[in-house]
């Protein structure tokens, strides 16, 4: 059966999108750019301020799936820049360093939603 997972903890979607789906024991959600959950605008701090912005977004998403980043088995990280990436990674490394970090890809583009310089989407399994 499909979830629907909402929490006031992460930014609204700014789409026709969910924050999160939750089917059996696999969660995805939705990619998380920057964005300021009180003003609804987009955060503009420095990339590491940003990446744990959207680190702590993708959190209350996963726990609103009774779930935590030790269950994340795929992330897709997308730049602005590949200047950011060692920032990025290092910052990303924190949220996993209690578990085993899950498969990633890390891909810079040339535009992201509101011209966020960063997104990051996962993939999450719950074992029965």
């Not at 959950?37 to 959190?59: K, R, W």
């Not at 810079?108 to 997104?119: D, G, R, S």
Request: aromatic share 8%.
């Amino acid at each position: 059966m499909k979830k629907v997972l909402f929490t006031p903890k992460a930014p609204q979607p700014i789409g026709p999108y969910r924050q999160g789906i939750r089917i059996g024991n696999t969660l995805y959600t939705a990619g998380q750019i920057p964005i300021d959950t009180e003003t609804g605008e987009l955060f503009d701090g420095s990339i590491a301020d940003q990446t744990h912005l959207v680190m702590n977004h993708l959190n209350e998403i996963l726990k609103a799936g009774n779930m935590s980043f030790s269950h994340v088995v795929k992330s897709v990280i997308y730049l602005e820049t590949m200047d950011d990436f060692q920032t990025v990674n290092r910052i990303y490394a924190q949220y996993f360093e209690n578990t085993t970090p899950p498969v990633r890809e890390t891909v810079a583009v040339k535009t992201l939603p509101k011209n966020a310089k960063i997104e990051i989407s996962m993939i999450a399994i719950q074992d029965a």
